[in-house]
């Protein structure tokens, strides 16, 4: 046997709309976001017990990337934490490009709940594209999760967070949308948490480029210094 075959459980219904602005991480903001189950698995009776659990283990799958199927297999990548420029090995890597799309994601549970007729696991801190397919969700245990002296080699600290700031401009637009009941607080909260850890790619590094990024409802137009992010237009986004 040289491939296995998994079914999908469910599937993502997360602000992160793009690739583009997504932590390279879980639990780096947190957002709020919910598994949508699917049948047969979208039974109460599957999560009988989980409530005791405060964290979950998501096992998913990268279905928006640009490795295919039956790309050739790239033994090194250059990892976002080293510069973008760097290579090393995929498998002392957590990226996307590599042989078994599948990725692995610990997550606050909040509630599982049934909605009309479907299931919801409501969660905070994940990192994934909305839209993702779950393979399986297991509990996260503490005494054998967590290890204190681990070692994680060149991500072992948290990325450096900067300050955003709104122009005069983006806070005008901001301000009428929240009047308007268009946005949250708490929407606006998570997207300079996003924000403030500088989305662009590693390599880029023109602070006269204007970058766009979709979140939530909102197509935002921002520009990143050495120190800070300046959100300089946001637009509601029509469904």
């Given amino acids: 046997m040289t491939e296995i075959k998994l079914p999908i459980i469910g599937y993502m219904q997360s602000p992160y709309k793009e690739k583009f602005g997504i932590p390279r991480q879980p639990n780096l903001v947190q957002v709020e976001s919910y598994i949508e189950m699917v049948g047969p698995y979208n039974d109460l009776l599957a999560f009988e017990g989980i409530e005791a659990f405060s964290h979950l283990w998501l096992i998913w799958q990268f279905h928006d990337n640009k490795y295919q199927e039956n790309a050739k297999f790239r033994p090194q990548v250059r990892p976002p934490r080293l510069g973008g420029n760097q290579k090393i090995g995929v498998f002392a890597t957590r990226s996307m490009y590599r042989p078994a799309p599948i990725g692995l994601s610990v997550v606050q549970l909040k509630e599982v709940k049934k909605v009309g007729k479907n299931v919801r696991v409501y969660l905070n801190g994940s990192d994934l594209l909305d839209g993702t397919p779950i393979v399986d969700i297991k509990p996260y245990i503490q005494y054998s999760d967590a ?10 600290d948290e990325p450096q967070r900067k300050s955003v700031i709104w122009t005069e401009e983006a806070e005008q637009q901001k301000q009428q ?8 607080p708490q929407i606006l909260q998570e997207l300079e948490e996003v924000l403030s850890l500088d989305p662009r790619p590693a390599y880029q590094d023109d602070e006269e480029r204007v970058y766009g990024m979709k979140f939530a409802d909102l197509d935002v137009r921002f520009l990143v210094t050495e120190l800070s992010v300046y959100i300089s237009e946001i637009e509601y986004i029509e469904l």
């Fill in 177 to 184: 949308f929240m009047n308007k009941g268009k946005v949250s």
């Fill in 147 to 156: 290890v204190i002296e681990a070692q994680s080699g060149y991500a072992q």
